[in-house]
């Protein structure tokens, strides 16, 4: 860049405006993050004097700890479920929304209400409805007679692991479906009309147009259900606490470092979780781009 | 015939997915609300859809001086729950405020002021996005210990605007460079400088974009639990989030009260999706797009 392209008053204008964001990011993110990476190759512990370095020690102790193998399966099975049921509920969503004529702003309303709660209180709302002894759900299922009597549902790790992951996917998945019937309405509708007066049906408009036309939408809602799902804290927390049957990798950094303070271990251990979760997201969002990038 | 048929049960089934969606979005806040005009007794024995003896007694016992809970009287909870109510709004209000201002002053210097390192340092920016908060955690608390800014609102704020800030500004420079320059140009023409352009021809334009940015760093701050859990550690500055987890006892959880304390904690949100939903989506869908 040559020196004239720049103004004197500009640079001036733009150092106000940006050097306090330039402070706040570097102070408050980049400079944590640096640390996080390099203290993972060292011991540090508030309950210790010094700090050596130890190589990859943090690091070879998390593969042998069984709190840290149960968290990361915990939060596999949270991926797996939350994406499922998102996807498959936000694309249900997203098509209804898409067909209503009257009233639709009103439906998106409720629809995206979920998403605005505070976790928390989502959680104790469903905690409510969970209780063993005077629970909504045990209730309903009774009365429908699916159960003969009420049920611990927390006594069980499947079912716990699913009940949790039902919280986090009613909070999450208005985000994909607003991120698909945003997707949805750019479709030009006169491929349809078009497919229709080739005789296809429905189901064939869906699977050729449809679902081509919006992967891009899909692979964004995809990699953010994924990240979300990986950095699941409120719900577990609030309707399990520390319990390992339903811990996730970030409830596991969570007592590592600040209730053990083990604080290099809670290190090593959120990078581990930080590249997990963009590796996981980073392969949907390929896999989608590569399979429908010749349709 | 067949045709009629055919959408009759088209109309049915489209009814059904509807009612079915309405149910699961709203039947958890309604059934929330149901508890917490319930009275403890009928909780416990026979709890219906549509409440036989609709009381405020759990929210009573929320502003209550004293309260009764299983026939003894326990201390309020008002003092504790106001002061979280107080500093929910604070720090959310204040995170907003700050949030706002830096992402509508630097998403303009991005967009129109050209200055050395513009690009990478947007993107630098933009890229923490993909940093989860729990990553920065640890060293963030010892920054902030040693800062002494562990339980004040001026750490808080502070954490939120670097968590928010990226997404706000992202989306504060998709507004900006959809605005044509036209109109600042021809103001610069009149003699205005560039604070002034900024300030009443810029913003105004750029308003919805300022209003769906609020509202998002907003609700995020709101809701936000695990910055609070571990940066505010006293009633100085502890957030509804924080506070009504801690109502449960581990013998007793009174969930008429944790309810009516949960209906407060929803009440802005629903607000915004009600009177301002349209910023809300569109700022959902620039978000996640752009």
Known sequence: MTRSTFRADEILLAAVFVVPIAAIMGGLVFYPLAATTLESFFRVDPMRPDAPFVGLANYARLMTDRGVHASWLNTFAYVALAVAMETAGGLGAALLLNRIRVGRQWLLAATVLPWCLPPVINAIVWMWIFNPSYGLLNKLLLGLGLIAENKVWFNNQATALFLVSIVHVWRMMPLTAVILLAALQSIPKDLYEAAKLDGASPLRCFRLITLPLISGGLAIALSQSTVFAFNLFDEAWILAGSSVDTRSVIIQVYLTAFQNMRFSSGMALSILAMIASLVVSLIYVMRVYRETRFD | ?290
């Open chain 2, 1 to 290: 015939m067949a045709r009629l048929l055919r959408s009759l049960i088209g109309r049915a089934g489209l009814a059904a997915a509807v009612c079915l969606l309405l149910v699961w979005s709203l039947g958890p806040v309604y059934w929330s609300f149901v508890t917490s005009i319930t009275p403890p007794a009928d909780l416990f024995s026979d709890p219906s859809f549509w409440p036989k003896h609709p009381t405020l007694e759990h929210y009573a016992k929320l502003f209550g001086s004293t309260s009764l809970s299983q026939g003894n009287a326990v201390q309020s909870v008002w003092p504790q729950f106001s002061a979280a109510l107080v500093n929910s709004i604070v720090t959310a209000a204040g995170a907003t405020v700050a949030t706002v201002a830096a992402a509508a002053t630097g998403a303009y210097a991005f967009v129109r002021l050209k200055f050395p390192g513009r690009d990478i340092l947007f993107y630098l920016t933009v890229a923490t996005l993909a940093i989860p908060a729990y990553t920065v955690m640890i060293p963030l608390y010892r920054l902030m210990i040693f800062l002494k800014l562990i339980d004040t609102y001026a750490g808080i704020i502070l954490i939120y605007v670097s968590a928010f800030l990226p997404l706000a500004l992202w989306l504060m420079r998709s507004v900006y460079q959809a605005m044509p320059t036209s109109l600042e140009e021809a103001a610069w023409l009149d003699g205005a400088n560039r604070f002034y352009t900024l300030w009443f021809i810029v913003l105004p334009l750029a308003a919805p974009g300022l209003i769906a940015s609020a509202i998002l760093t907003f609700l995020s701050a709101w809701g936000q639990f695990m910055v609070p859990l571990v940066f505010s550690p006293t009633l100085a500055t502890k957030p509804l989030t924080v506070l009504l987890p801690e109502f449960v006892t581990r013998n007793y959880v009174d969930y008429g009260l944790m309810n009516a304390a949960g209906v407060f904690a929803i009440v802005p949100p629903i607000l915004i999706v009600v009177f301002l939903n349209r910023y809300l989506v569109s700022g959902l869908m620039a978000g996640a797009t752009k």
